[in-house]
Protein backbone atom coordinates (compact mmCIF):
# COMPACT_ATOMS: atom_id res chain seq x y z
CA UNK A 1 0.00 0.00 0.00
CA UNK A 2 1.80 2.90 -1.04
CA UNK A 3 2.00 5.91 1.40
CA UNK A 4 1.56 9.62 1.97
CA UNK A 5 3.04 11.31 -0.71
CA UNK A 6 4.00 15.10 -1.47
CA UNK A 7 4.68 16.97 -4.07
CA UNK A 8 7.07 18.70 -4.76
CA UNK A 9 9.78 17.46 -2.27
CA UNK A 10 11.55 20.84 -2.37
CA UNK A 11 10.42 24.28 -3.57
CA UNK A 12 12.20 27.83 -3.85
CA UNK A 13 10.36 31.14 -4.03
CA UNK A 14 10.96 34.62 -3.87
CA UNK A 15 9.18 36.89 -1.19
CA UNK A 16 5.67 38.02 -2.58
CA UNK A 17 5.03 35.00 -4.74
CA UNK A 18 2.84 32.16 -4.06
CA UNK A 19 3.08 28.27 -3.83
CA UNK A 20 0.82 25.39 -3.93
CA UNK A 21 1.62 22.06 -2.35
CA UNK A 22 0.35 18.92 -3.08
CA UNK A 23 -0.56 15.46 -0.42
CA UNK A 24 -1.75 12.41 -1.35
CA UNK A 25 -3.04 10.22 0.96
CA UNK A 26 -3.21 6.53 1.45
CA UNK A 27 -5.96 4.99 -0.61
CA UNK A 28 -8.91 4.64 1.51
CA UNK A 29 -8.21 7.68 3.78
CA UNK A 30 -10.28 10.62 4.29
CA UNK A 31 -9.01 12.69 6.39
CA UNK A 32 -6.13 14.90 5.43
CA UNK A 33 -4.17 17.48 7.84
CA UNK A 34 -1.15 20.07 7.36
CA UNK A 35 1.63 20.96 9.79
CA UNK A 36 4.16 23.68 9.60
CA UNK A 37 7.46 22.52 11.17
CA UNK A 38 10.23 24.65 11.92
CA UNK A 39 13.03 24.25 14.47
CA UNK A 40 12.28 27.00 16.60
CA UNK A 41 8.30 26.26 16.89
CA UNK A 42 8.57 22.70 15.92
CA UNK A 43 4.98 21.39 14.32
CA UNK A 44 2.51 23.49 14.03
CA UNK A 45 -1.34 22.62 12.77
CA UNK A 46 -2.43 24.35 9.51
CA UNK A 47 -5.77 22.67 9.13
CA UNK A 48 -7.74 19.38 8.67
CA UNK A 49 -9.48 17.81 5.81
CA UNK A 50 -12.57 15.51 5.77
CA UNK A 51 -14.71 14.52 2.94
CA UNK A 52 -13.69 17.89 1.12
CA UNK A 53 -14.70 20.22 4.08
CA UNK A 54 -11.97 22.10 6.27
CA UNK A 55 -13.13 20.21 9.70
CA UNK A 56 -10.76 21.96 12.10
CA UNK A 57 -7.96 25.26 11.25
CA UNK A 58 -5.46 26.32 13.31
CA UNK A 59 -3.79 30.17 13.82
CA UNK A 60 -2.61 30.77 10.79
CA UNK A 61 -2.88 34.02 9.05
CA UNK A 62 -5.48 33.84 5.61
CA UNK A 63 -2.54 33.75 3.43
CA UNK A 64 -2.74 30.13 4.40
CA UNK A 65 -5.47 28.37 2.54
CA UNK A 66 -6.15 24.79 1.69
CA UNK A 67 -9.00 22.57 -0.11
CA UNK A 68 -9.74 18.64 -0.23
CA UNK A 69 -10.66 16.99 -3.48
CA UNK A 70 -13.26 14.36 -3.93
CA UNK A 71 -10.50 11.99 -4.17
CA UNK A 72 -9.12 12.74 -1.03
CA UNK A 73 -6.33 14.81 -2.28
CA UNK A 74 -5.36 17.74 -0.68
CA UNK A 75 -3.39 20.75 -1.27
CA UNK A 76 -2.45 23.89 0.72
CA UNK A 77 -1.84 27.34 -0.47
CA UNK A 78 0.76 29.84 0.74
CA UNK A 79 0.00 33.55 -0.80
CA UNK A 80 2.26 36.49 -0.81
CA UNK A 81 4.97 34.35 0.94
CA UNK A 82 7.12 35.89 3.62
CA UNK A 83 10.60 34.91 4.42
CA UNK A 84 9.06 33.47 7.80
CA UNK A 85 7.15 31.05 5.71
CA UNK A 86 10.58 29.16 5.18
CA UNK A 87 9.65 25.68 6.96
CA UNK A 88 8.82 22.04 6.16
CA UNK A 89 5.25 21.54 5.52
CA UNK A 90 3.71 18.14 6.49
CA UNK A 91 1.17 16.28 4.94
CA UNK A 92 -0.56 13.55 7.11
CA UNK A 93 -3.76 11.47 6.58
CA UNK A 94 -5.96 8.70 8.85
CA UNK A 95 -9.04 6.73 8.13
CA UNK A 96 -11.25 8.07 10.72
CA UNK A 97 -14.56 9.09 10.55
CA UNK A 98 -14.94 11.31 13.22
CA UNK A 99 -11.78 12.53 15.02
CA UNK A 100 -11.15 9.24 17.52
CA UNK A 101 -9.16 9.78 20.79
CA UNK A 102 -6.23 7.63 19.42
CA UNK A 103 -6.32 8.31 15.71
CA UNK A 104 -3.29 7.32 13.68
CA UNK A 105 -2.10 9.52 11.64
CA UNK A 106 0.33 8.34 8.76
CA UNK A 107 2.79 11.66 7.42
CA UNK A 108 4.38 12.14 4.29
CA UNK A 109 7.77 13.09 3.93
CA UNK A 110 7.17 16.78 3.02
CA UNK A 111 7.98 19.93 1.17
CA UNK A 112 10.75 21.61 2.10
CA UNK A 113 9.94 25.90 1.46
CA UNK A 114 12.95 28.50 1.02
CA UNK A 115 11.35 31.74 1.22
CA UNK A 116 14.52 33.88 -0.39
CA UNK B 1 2.45 28.55 25.73
CA UNK B 2 3.36 25.25 24.63
CA UNK B 3 0.90 22.61 25.35
CA UNK B 4 3.39 19.83 25.41
CA UNK B 5 6.74 20.78 27.51
CA UNK B 6 9.48 17.96 25.95
CA UNK B 7 12.55 18.22 28.17
CA UNK B 8 15.86 17.71 26.90
CA UNK B 9 15.56 19.60 23.99
CA UNK B 10 18.75 17.88 22.54
CA UNK B 11 20.63 14.48 23.81
CA UNK B 12 24.00 13.14 22.78
CA UNK B 13 24.85 9.96 24.29
CA UNK B 14 27.34 6.78 23.37
CA UNK B 15 25.86 3.36 21.82
CA UNK B 16 24.74 0.98 24.60
CA UNK B 17 23.92 3.96 27.17
CA UNK B 18 20.22 4.15 28.77
CA UNK B 19 18.16 7.58 28.48
CA UNK B 20 14.76 8.72 29.27
CA UNK B 21 12.98 11.80 27.44
CA UNK B 22 9.53 13.58 29.37
CA UNK B 23 6.49 15.22 27.90
CA UNK B 24 4.84 17.37 30.68
CA UNK B 25 1.70 19.44 30.37
CA UNK B 26 -0.80 20.92 32.81
CA UNK B 27 -3.74 19.21 31.43
CA UNK B 28 -5.38 16.26 31.74
CA UNK B 29 -5.37 14.04 28.16
CA UNK B 30 -7.74 11.04 27.43
CA UNK B 31 -4.50 9.45 25.20
CA UNK B 32 -0.93 10.48 24.61
CA UNK B 33 1.09 9.47 21.08
CA UNK B 34 4.95 9.41 20.69
CA UNK B 35 6.21 9.82 17.35
CA UNK B 36 10.01 9.14 16.11
CA UNK B 37 10.97 11.36 13.12
CA UNK B 38 14.32 10.78 10.96
CA UNK B 39 16.12 13.62 8.79
CA UNK B 40 14.23 14.07 5.66
CA UNK B 41 11.30 12.32 6.85
CA UNK B 42 7.76 12.81 8.52
CA UNK B 43 7.32 11.24 11.87
CA UNK B 44 6.03 7.90 12.28
CA UNK B 45 3.58 6.98 15.35
CA UNK B 46 5.40 4.68 17.71
CA UNK B 47 2.61 4.00 21.04
CA UNK B 48 -0.68 5.19 22.17
CA UNK B 49 -0.99 5.41 25.78
CA UNK B 50 -4.49 5.73 27.09
CA UNK B 51 -4.93 4.70 30.28
CA UNK B 52 -3.37 6.46 33.66
CA UNK B 53 -0.08 4.79 34.87
CA UNK B 54 0.03 2.53 31.62
CA UNK B 55 3.33 0.68 30.45
CA UNK B 56 3.93 -0.04 27.01
CA UNK B 57 6.98 -1.79 25.23
CA UNK B 58 8.24 -1.51 22.10
CA UNK B 59 11.79 -3.56 21.68
CA UNK B 60 14.31 -1.72 23.80
CA UNK B 61 11.88 1.35 24.29
CA UNK B 62 9.26 1.53 27.46
CA UNK B 63 6.67 4.34 27.41
CA UNK B 64 4.41 5.37 30.29
CA UNK B 65 1.38 6.86 31.04
CA UNK B 66 1.33 9.47 33.81
CA UNK B 67 -1.03 8.32 36.92
CA UNK B 68 -2.58 11.97 36.01
CA UNK B 69 -2.82 11.57 32.31
CA UNK B 70 -0.92 14.83 32.44
CA UNK B 71 2.42 13.81 31.77
CA UNK B 72 4.52 10.43 29.96
CA UNK B 73 7.88 8.71 29.91
CA UNK B 74 9.96 7.25 27.09
CA UNK B 75 12.82 5.16 27.91
CA UNK B 76 15.24 3.42 26.03
CA UNK B 77 17.44 0.81 27.30
CA UNK B 78 21.22 0.48 25.12
CA UNK B 79 20.52 3.13 22.99
CA UNK B 80 21.53 2.03 19.14
CA UNK B 81 22.34 4.35 16.61
CA UNK B 82 19.43 3.33 14.39
CA UNK B 83 17.43 5.08 17.54
CA UNK B 84 18.54 8.60 16.27
CA UNK B 85 16.21 10.97 15.77
CA UNK B 86 13.97 13.49 16.95
CA UNK B 87 10.99 12.36 19.18
CA UNK B 88 7.92 14.10 19.68
CA UNK B 89 5.36 13.27 21.50
CA UNK B 90 1.25 14.30 20.71
CA UNK B 91 -1.96 15.05 22.41
CA UNK B 92 -5.35 16.40 21.35
CA UNK B 93 -6.70 19.70 22.09
CA UNK B 94 -10.29 20.35 21.95
CA UNK B 95 -11.09 23.89 20.33
CA UNK B 96 -14.10 25.91 21.67
CA UNK B 97 -15.99 25.11 18.40
CA UNK B 98 -15.25 21.30 19.99
CA UNK B 99 -13.54 20.21 16.88
CA UNK B 100 -10.40 18.84 18.22
CA UNK B 101 -6.76 18.60 17.01
CA UNK B 102 -3.60 16.88 17.23
CA UNK B 103 -0.44 19.00 18.98
CA UNK B 104 2.88 18.38 19.02
CA UNK B 105 5.96 18.70 21.57
CA UNK B 106 8.58 20.45 20.26
CA UNK B 107 10.42 17.47 20.53
CA UNK B 108 13.83 15.97 21.66
CA UNK B 109 16.80 15.35 19.11
CA UNK B 110 18.38 12.31 20.00
CA UNK B 111 21.77 11.44 18.48
CA UNK B 112 23.58 7.66 19.55
CA UNK B 113 27.15 7.99 18.69
CA UNK B 114 28.43 4.78 17.83
Known amino acids: KAGVTQTPRYLIKTRGQQVTLSCSPI?????VSWYQQTPGQGLQFLFE???????NKGNFPGRFSGRQFSNSRSEMNVSTLELGDSALYLC???????????????FGSGTQLSVL | TQLLEQSPQFLSIQEGENLTVYCNSSSVFSSLQWYRQEPGEGPVLLVT?????EVKKLKRLTFQFGDARKDSSLHITAAQPGDTGLYLCAARQRSQGGSEKLVFGKGTKLTVNP
Open chain 1, 49 to 55: YFSETQR
Open chain 1, 27 to 31: SGHRS
Open chain 2, 49 to 53: VVTGG
Open chain 1, 92 to 106: ASSLASRQATNEKLF
